[in-house]
């Protein structure tokens, strides 16, 4: 008997029509034939279905109920209908229920099988799509990258798709903009997710000993050499390696990854004999890598190499949508160290709006910081504007305030800085004098009477200090 890759189920209550439909699918697919709705599902709860073709109206269960348990057990199969001119508008209905396309009675086979190619190939995309989610939901390290911003989204597409490809990409962005990230997501999303994922970091290393953590020594190659070892393009072989810091890789290094990138092999210091790599080149950096080209700092034969699909990730304040999303994604990942144990942790509109406005040198790690900091002293569940840190109150620019408006911030926040020091202060000296007032009075050089008033304001309990 012949093997098929696709099987496809067909309903019809005339025996006709299953004839015909029969006859001329059997040679390309294998074909299952049910005379109503309900034969059809027990066809889909004991075989491997990849496409359903199926008549509205049958006795028993019609198409729309078939379509409606396909769509419930089966999401994964593309259903079509198969009806007669006058009930186009039923069919119209299913569409809307979510049936994959239709057809009309009567069957001109050509157009039929152009169909079927047609949903098999949408299928598989669809099955591939529900697999690359569970396979990633098994990748700890994997995590998702959460935008709501255009342009990261066009970004994120593009890294969709050269994922599958065995193409080097080139990431630049600032510091903290998911650099990493990013390039994690390359790798989980190809077709060597499985295979290694190795990170070097080469503005971390110091430059002699960089080369033998990128491609490994022999025994005896330098003092301390004292055994072979593995270096980080031998560790990827099959999988990705993400170097970086590119822009800090010194010159001389340079020709040596040129040369690994154009001949996919290398020798270990200290070695003769070359060793073959399969390994798939992500670099980052988080300089402007054509202008170090331009400053003849990074040749540009191997930035045109690396760079043959570039992703730059947008600093965080030219994506402002994005900070509500990644707070909330935030305080979800750090609501269990909140000081008074709250169960839900939310943010006030004023706290949301003067995080929009600040600049975020540090990008989206700096914000996690900020969200993990102030999370711990929020009170009644909420982070207010007055659990921000001073600098981010600071330096937040708060857009188009009048001038009383204005005043009112800078004084809000000048009584907020004196507060934190005030209360800072009060509560060192009291450490320092075991809560005794007297002696810190002397050494604050404020007399007894001011330091009992801050005492009282901040609400300190000096028995805390004994
Ligand atoms: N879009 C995002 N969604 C969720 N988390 C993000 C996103 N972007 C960044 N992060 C988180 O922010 C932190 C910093 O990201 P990452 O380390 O990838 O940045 P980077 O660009 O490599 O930074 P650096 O230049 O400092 O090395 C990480 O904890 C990362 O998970
Ligand atoms: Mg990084």
Known sequence: METFEHTILVADDEEKTLKVLDINLKNKYRVILAANGSEAIEYLKNETV???????RMPEQGGLDLLKY????YKHIPVMIVTAFGSVENAVQAMKMGAYDYILKPIQIAELERLIEKAL???????ENVELKERLKKYEGYREIITANPNMKALLETMKHVAATNANVLIEGESGTGKQLLAASVHYMSARADKPFIEINCGAIPANLLESEL???EKGAFTGAVSTKK???ELADKGTIFLDEIGELPLELQVKLLHVLENQKFTRVGGTQYIETDARIVAATNRKLSEEVNKKNFRSDLYYRLKVVYLQIPPLRERKEDIPLLVNNFIEKYKDLNADKQASISISEEALCILQSYYWPGNVRELENIIQQTIIFAKYGQITSDSLPS???ENAIIPSLTKEELRYEKNKRTGKIIRDIEYNFVRRILAKTGGNITKAAAISGYDRRQIQNLIKKYRIHTEDFR
Request: aromatic share 12%; no cysteine; charged share 15%.
């Open 50 to 56: 990849h496409l359903v073709l199926t008549d509205l």
């Open 70 to 73: 396909v769509q419930q057990h």
């Open 121 to 127: 190939h949408y299928a598989r995309l669809l099955n």
């Open 215 to 217: 491609f490994g020594h």
């Open 231 to 233: 270096g980080k393009f």
């Open 391 to 393: 600098e981010i109150l």
